[in-house]
């Protein structure tokens, strides 16, 4: 792993809230939410070194929260200044702390999203290191190509998750971004951005929020991110600028790994699901 380095952004710069603060400082299990990730990240002991994407209004609530169990140690803080999408913000870490720590590729995991567990994420990174068991088809790219030798290295390796409606996490992911035709990976067909329009159709593989990245291809949208002013809005990602869509946009050497649709692919986006998921662990450990 030293020959190459491997950087985490973790995202949390969000501005959604639940009660009177950042959604990510709500309980979950007797601890914040920001926690259960920050100590997985950890745990899964891959990363040469760790960012935290924030906001100037939330820094203080979410390093206060870590340093209750001792997990600020060993972490940056960059700050996004708009809610402008999750690429932009691995984009904003990248640039701003992890290339420059020498980090090569880098993990995006969403700061609300409690329940990965660190094998999963050292699956992640192992696969996007050594894709050889997931041959990776060459998507059109004209904007920016490949370099010399890197013919065989992913720019993005997604986790998907396979949607099915009679999961106990449906209701918490049937608004998200599922992947259509548009582009193929190993083989078969992914899918693109559809902002929740539509509930996507049964086994489509569907957004996780983690994947993992290029370094030098994620920095290489610096004129896109530059020129693009959409923000997120009632957790809405910016269209122009969602990962599907770049890579869609674009072009790229893409693999997708699929994970089951459980509770590692739910995130909490609100009091609603914070209730519900307490619920269902209560339900799970009662059963």
Known sequence: MTQRKVGCAI????????????????????????????????????????????????????????????????????????????PHAVFTATKQSLAGLGCKHVLMIPGDAPFWHPRTLRVAVREHLNPKRHPMPKVTRELFPLQEGESFQPDVTMLTAPYDASSPCAEFVSGRSFLTDQVHVNGGPTWVLNQGEQEPPHGAEITTG??????????????????????????????????????????????????????????????????????????????
């Open 11 to 86: 995202l949390a710069a969000g501005h959604s809230q639940i009660g009177n603060g950042t959604k990510l400082v709500a309980m979950l299990e007797g601890k914040p939410l920001i926690n259960h990730v920050v100590s997985a990240v950890k745990k899964s002991g891959v990363f040469d070194h760790i960012a935290v994407v924030c906001n100037h209004n939330n820094i203080g609530s979410i390093m206060a929260a870590l340093m209750t169990e001792g997990l600020n140690g060993g972490l940056s803080y960059v700050f996004q200044p708009q809610p402008y999408g999750m």
């Open 210 to 287: 983690v994947a993992v990245f290029r370094a030098p291809w994620i920095l290489g949208l610096s004129k896109l991110f530059e020129s693009n002013g959409e923000i997120e809005t009632d957790n809405r990602h910016p269209v122009a600028t969602a990962l599907p869509s770049i890579v869609n946009t674009y072009g790229a050497r893409v693999a997708n790994l699929s994970v089951p649709l459980d509770l590692q692919s739910v995130d909490i986006n609100s009091a609603e699901d914070l209730t519900l998921i307490h619920e269902r662990i209560t339900s799970r450990v009662t059963a």
